[in-house]
């Protein structure tokens, strides 16, 4: 379907002059200084860390923000950039117990549009002294059916060694996304490379030498609760991920390495790197950290019981279904047996995605996926990280959860569903039919990757065909963990048409490329 160019980006100048401002004492060099809160400081609290907007709805968002002390959040919102006549809401005391950062749900907004919002921190013992605000802005989900809808996704950030080098302008794949002018970005996991430490400079294969901005807190790998944060506050430390913050809000799940490398719930760890060898603990505190970092509806930073799995409904075209593929998994294994109710999702969160799948009345039902399905990710010499174990025979191990939930779609005749993940470090394009598979009882449908969006891409997977995908397209290194600065980087693209219901993906590259565009027809089961 042709398409517009992106709209002219709304309240830019102040949205980037409000952010810019409050930012400007982050410069990299100094950034690491000012990682941790000062009791002492003088004056007034700043906002040094930008601003976030998070699962933005028809009517309702969240707002996040990072002090540098002690402070009570204001949040302003107003429909025009000068905020005459602006709605006031009062925000949570930003303190230790969530490392200075804090969440303002947003309620009752108008729905299809620019929402320009403030965020003031003022001194809890005097609120006349506050610090400069710092400017964002979003697009509330469309209430009618006719007004379009886009979204970008990628993953896999700051991995396998590659950091902000600021001699290639930083983590400049969030600029590009920024410009494409998305309704919203969704993250789709490995959002920080928690043992994956960074050191000062590296020598690349031709002799060039990668440099990193390093912190303390990258120096190891994270065990401790600050160890987890410090990997978290990393990414903003770049002023290309403050600006897109400011103006693109994100939906955002987790993978493993938010805690280590191929985790799952009892594990011991034997890696020598590690002192606290139990995973468990390690998990709970990435999820803390990970809780105060990213505005997410259904986890409070507060330490209240939530969860990452959710629905995130975007008007009438959009409803996506964030998976948590990590929270409810068995132990990783070779996955052959023939009877498996736990799976990758857990048997709750299994009954909650069909439930939710069978409720849903959007035109478009995208799973979010933080791992993919039919390509074959192993974990180690013998077992299987993600779905798929090699076998492409009938469903056996965690397949046989997958099937279940692909049966029920067929069955219940559940129009529009779309499967993205990342994941893999690379792009691809996979088609799912029963003509082609050793299990049958499930209607045709896409599985769409990209990534990595800054860290070392990989070779492609092997495909398993109890499913039967067909890798319509691909692009990959051809040896492992290429840097950012010798290939580009990815992220998808997905477009829906307000007119006719289209959704069309395009996997793009930095520099400009789209590598591959498909156009889905909608109200279809399969396709």
Request: proline share 7%.
């Amino acid at each position: 379907m042709p398409l517009s160019p992106p709209s002219p980006l709304p309240g830019r100048r102040s949205v980037l002059r409000g952010t810019l401002a409050a930012s400007a004492a982050l410069a990299l060099p100094s950034a690491v200084a000012a990682a941790a809160p000062a009791f002492a400081l003088s004056g007034r609290p700043r906002a040094q860390w930008g601003v976030q907007a998070g699962d933005v709805t028809t009517h309702s968002g969240l707002v996040w923000v990072r002090s540098d002390r002690p402070a009570r959040m204001i949040v302003e919102t107003s429909a025009t950039e000068s905020f005459r006549r602006p709605r006031r809401w009062h925000g949570p005391l930003l303190g230790a117990d969530t490392d200075f950062t804090g969440t303002v749900p947003l309620r009752g907004l108008p729905s299809g549009e620019q929402i320009h919002y403030r965020v003031t921190l003022a001194d809890p013992d005097d609120y006349r002294r506050t610090g400069e605000p710092v400017l964002g802005t979003f697009r509330t989900a469309p209430s009618k059916r006719r007004q379009d809808v886009r979204f970008l996704w990628s993953g896999d950030i700051v991995g396998q060694g590659w950091g902000i080098n600021p001699d290639i302008g930083g983590l400049y794949a969030y600029e590009e996304m920024r410009r494409r002018n998305p309704d919203f970005f969704l993250c789709s996991g490995d959002t920080i490379y928690a043992d994956g430490p960074l050191s000062a400079s590296v020598t690349l294969p031709d002799g060039r030498v990668w440099r990193n901005v390093t912190t303390e807190e990258k120096s190891k790998v994270a065990e401790t609760l600050a160890e987890y944060r410090g990997n978290f506050r990393y990414s903003l430390l770049d002023e290309n991920v403050r600006r897109f913050n400011a103006q693109v809000p994100t939906i955002t799940q987790w993978d493993d390495h938010e805690v280590v490398n191929n985790w799952y719930p009892g594990e011991i760890l034997t890696d020598a790197r590690y002192t606290v060898k139990d995973v468990d603990t390690l998990a709970s505190r990435a999820r803390k950290a990970f809780s105060e970092y990213f505005p997410i509806s259904t986890l409070p930073a507060t330490g209240e019981e939530g969860r990452v799995h959710r629905v995130v409904r975007h008007g009438p075209l959009l409803d996506m279904f964030v998976l948590d593929m990590r929270t409810f998994r068995n132990a990783n294994s070779p996955g052959r047996q023939t009877d498996d109710t736990t799976g990758i999702l857990g048997a709750e969160q299994l009954a909650w995605l069909k439930r939710e799948l069978a409720r849903s009345r959007a035109v478009w039902k995208v799973i979010a996926a933080d791992m993919p399905l039919g390509l074959v990710v192993p974990d180690g010499a013998t077992d299987i990280e993600a779905v798929a174990q090699g076998d492409p025979g009938a469903p056996l191990g965690r397949e046989l959860q997958i099937a279940e939930l692909l049966r029920f779609v067929k069955h219940r005749r559940i129009t529009g569903t779309v499967w993205l993940t990342a994941d893999v470090h690379y792009t691809s394009a996979q088609h799912y039919d029963p003509s082609r598979a050793a299990f049958k009882d499930f209607a045709p449908f896409w599985e769409f990757v990209s990534g990595p969006l800054a860290a070392g891409g990989f070779q492609a997977n092997a495909l398993d065909g109890t499913f039967g995908p067909d890798r319509v397209f691909v692009k990959a290194p051809t040896r492992a963990n290429v840097s950012p600065m010798e290939s580009p980087q990815y992220f998808g693209e997905v477009d829906i048409d307000g007119d006719s219901g289209e959704l069309t993906v395009r996997l793009r590259a930095t520099g400009g490329a789209v590598l591959f565009t498909k156009v889905l027809q909608p109200g279809r089961v399969g396709q």
